[in-house]
């Protein structure tokens, strides 16, 4: 039986479900520190702006900040020149979070913690527990002192004071132990985090208490971004993605709702990859046979996709959200971002890009010359992108 150590190495908020892909292959493998009771400090590595980043975000006024696997955390002025930092972990780090040019946390595996008082230029940490075996995925605080940190398992902590204390939160957020992948704030000051098994949940009082709200979609959800004053963008396994201008009117759930996978294959289709052993190719015959194998099996992986697309259109009309009109991609997706134009832009496996000049679900895709996955975006004041992932870190200009 796999390990619960070994399962959270893989359950990272853009790894779950995605295990085939070459771009989390360091996000999967089992984090160094978790044979490690006390953390070691990142190695500084001259590429460490070209290997693989998880996250971005602005740094206030001061710049921006990226962090991802080893530990790694690179600052920028304008996105387009990094520079590693010194950090105490090793452990892969998922998700940044400033509050201002300051104050900043970093969350990532051996339900790691980080804080930074000097806009990223020093880290301490703040929770390391490796023996817990499970990761942190997401970070959102209020201000300075009240914030929240997401992972793998249900797990959900948070801190009246910056961070110098966690407590784990009292009660379960769903009925089952899911993944709760990406925690995010709404404009008008409601809390919302997506995870597994369409598991969308909100907190309308800061935080203190929280209920099950119905989504659109039943499959995984990566990310939750915040649009506009109570809108936000919704994305996930399979380029499932859905927007709404108002989540206040999601109707709400029983504490209790089963949440387990519910969408039903086609009785065509099964859970099973038929084909190839893995063995290398005898003859041209063989090798025939396989590539046949192959394209049957990504035939089905688009029937799926097909069929889950049909399906949650149906569901997202019963609920506050718009399916966002990306079709006919199957590429998961794994970050966004609001644009000032009002719009946005989401990014995915294989360095899809979506965009939109406003909130609405039509989107257009964006052209990308660079190979590798992205994970994450973030706008610059002039209107271009800072995107990170497989590839590490680079400015996009938008057309």
Do not use: C
């Not at 230029?121 to 527990?129: E, G, K, Y």
Request: glycine content about 10%.
């Amino acid at each position: 039986m796999k390990s619960r150590l070994t399962q959270a190495a893989a359950s990272s908020a853009l790894a779950i479900g995605l295990a085939s892909s070459a771009l989390f292959s360091v996000a999967l493998a089992q984090d160094e520190e978790a044979a490690n009771t006390d953390p070691r400090p990142a190695e500084i590595m001259p590429r460490a702006p070209f290997e693989l980043l998880l996250d971005v975000r602005p740094r206030g006024e001061a710049g921006y900040v990226a962090v991802g696997a080893r530990g790694h955390i690179l600052l920028s002025a304008d996105g387009t020149e990094w520079k590693q930092v010194p950090s105490p972990v090793r452990a892969n780090l998922n998700a940044v979070e400033f509050v201002d040019a300051e104050n900043g946390w970093a969350v990532g595996h051996a339900a790691t913690i980080l804080h930074t008082s000097d806009g990223g230029q020093t880290w301490n940490v703040q929770h390391f527990d490796p023996e817990l075996e499970t990761p942190f995925l997401d970070v959102a605080f209020l201000d300075q002192d009240r914030g929240f940190a997401v992972g793998a398992y249900d797990l959900f902590y948070v801190t009246e004071d910056g961070g110098q204390t966690w407590e784990e939160y009292p009660d379960p957020l769903s009925a089952g132990e899911w993944h709760l992948n990406s925690i995010a704030r709404l404009g008008n000051g409601d809390l919302v985090i997506a995870g597994e098994t369409g598991l969308l949940t909100r907190s309308q009082d800061g935080g203190e208490t929280w209920e099950l709200i119905e989504g659109p979609y039943t499959g995984t959800y990566f990310g939750v971004k915040a649009m506009g004053e109570t809108g936000a963008i919704l994305y996930g396994l399979r380029g499932h993605a859905f927007v709404t201008n108002d989540l206040t009117t999601a109707k709400v759930l029983p504490p209790d709702t089963d949440l387990g996978y519910q969408f039903k294959k086609p009785p065509t289709m099964t859970d099973d990859n038929e084909g190839s052993d893995g063995s290398d190719a005898e003859d041209p015959e063989q090798e025939a046979a396989e590539k046949v194998v192959e394209e049957s099996t990504e035939k089905k992986k688009e029937a799926l996709a097909e069929a889950e697309r049909k399906q949650a259109e149906e569901q997202a009309k019963q609920t506050a959200w718009e399916v966002v009109d990306n079709e006919p991609s199957v590429l998961s997706l794994l970050g966004a971002t609001t644009t000032r134009d009002g719009g946005y832009v989401i990014v995915g496996i294989n360095g899809v890009i979506w965009g939109s000049d406003d909130s609405s679900a039509e989107v257009e895709q964006l052209p990308n010359s660079r190979e590798g996955g992205l994970t994450a975006v973030t706008e610059r004041p002039d209107g271009n992108l800072i995107m990170v992932g497989e590839a590490g870190a680079f400015l996009y200009k938008r057309p």
